[in-house]
């Protein structure tokens, strides 16, 4: 992936990469994101924009593979979602995620957006258990967009540097700027 990072095209392959990992790839794009940002710090803001795209538009094909192709109309699990249970991702899991969207909706989603959980799995089950789409996609735009625009702001303040920090402290930041946000909002509404 790194490789890309120095090619003509690696634009092109940050939006595919991006697109890819919201609905059925497990690499994150971050990893050619931060190489393609170190290469040319001024365009990093553009960067971020290309992997914040790809991946909100894989996101929505995510959600239509949950709504339209992960089960039949009986109810039964399609070949596809026992494809992706057996090489991606497991039942348990899948259902684990399931039950999150009964109580947290938007939050779930920001939540997976923004940290290093698996994205796909949320996109997913986001289709297939019939939430609000504005509200995903809302979702999907403000925390993938926090997320890619976090790196290329780092490395676009701090150049070559923050690589080091962001390969090693990136995913805790994200994980406790999450926790702090949902936890002032469910204090604000427990107090309220």
């Known amino acids: 992936m790194l490789s890309w990072g120095h090619s003509r095209w690696g634009a092109v392959a940050l939006f595919c990469f991006a697109f890819a990992e919201s609905s ?13 940002c170190l290469g040319a710090v001024a365009r990093s803001f553009r960067f971020a924009a290309i992997c914040t795209m790809g991946s909100v538009l894989g996101a929505v094909l995510g959600y239509a593979i949950g709504y339209l192709a992960w089960q039949t109309p009986s109810g039964e699990y399609t070949a596809l979602a026992h494809f992706f249970f057996n090489h991606v991702f497991s039942v348990e899991a899948f259902e684990k995620v399931g039950a999150l969207y009964d109580r947290y909706n938007f939050w ?59 390969d090693k402290y990136f995913n805790l930041l994200a994980i406790l700027f999450t926790v702090l946000l949902i936890g002032s909002f469910v204090f604000i509404g427990y107090c309220l």
């Not at 690499?27 to 190489?35: G, H, K, N, Q, S």
């Open 24 to 36: 059925f790839f497990p690499i994150p794009p971050d990893v050619l994101l931060i190489a393609l």
């Open 108 to 166: 779930i989603v920001f939540t997976a957006g923004f940290t290093p959980l698996p994205y796909k799995i949320f996109t997913i089950t986001g289709g297939l258990f019939h939430i609000n789409f504005v509200m995903f996609l809302l979702a999907s735009v403000i925390s993938r967009g926090m997320r890619f625009f976090l790196i290329a702001w780092l490395i676009w303040k701090f150049g070559a540097p923050i690589k080091g920090f962001i």
